[in-house]
């Protein structure tokens, strides 16, 4: 009995084994996943990177792509608001882990952009907006990043008064 049970066991492992997929597989499926347009199969692909592959050589651009992705609401499962802080998130945590990237300086700025201009929190916006100036002073985004704190809580309206009068 007890040779059957370890026999069993043995089984199941290897068939939990085998059907596990690698990183590369995720990225693979993630990549033909937004070729076809299938944004939202595309994000649960690189994020099951993210999740299960932190050493990945894969592990930067998909994480980039779930702060991309979830800052696009590809996911209609969830709520705007929990898609843009799942954004929020990745974009952060990209920025914190890669900051010499090419990218890094945009994830910064998303993260700004989506705090005032989708989900309203001016002075979460203000503060990230200055850790961009004060990081990435020669970014191309500086001039856009000073604009957005200049003309933060102001409408449309309110912003083109203002720049008829300059």
């Not at 049970?5 to 033909?32: N, R, T």
């Not at 200055?130 to 309110?158: Q, R, W």
């Amino acid at each position: 009995m007890k040779k059957i049970f370890a026999l069993l066991f043995l089984s199941l492992i290897f068939i939990v084994g085998c059907s596990s997929q690698s990183d590369k597989d995720y990225f693979e499926l993630a990549q033909k996943s937004m070729e076809a347009k299938e944004y939202s199969t595309a994000l649960v692909n690189f994020q099951k990177i993210v999740d299960e592959f932190p050493n990945s050589e894969h592990y930067q651009f998909a994480l980039l792509q779930t702060g991309e992705l979830n800052h696009g609401l590809v996911n209609k499962e969830i709520s705007k608001e929990v898609s843009l802080g799942l954004a929020i998130a990745a974009y952060k945590e990209y920025q914190e882990k890669y900051p010499k990237a090419e990218k890094a300086p945009q994830t910064l700025f998303m993260v700004g952009f989506i705090q005032a201009n989708e989900l309203s929190k001016l002075d979460d916006a203000k503060a990230t907006y200055t850790k961009f100036l004060e990081l990435y002073p020669e970014s191309d985004m500086v001039e856009s990043a000073k604009t957005e704190i200049e003309n933060m809580g102001l409408s449309p309206e309110e912003i083109l008064k203002k720049e008829q009068v300059k």
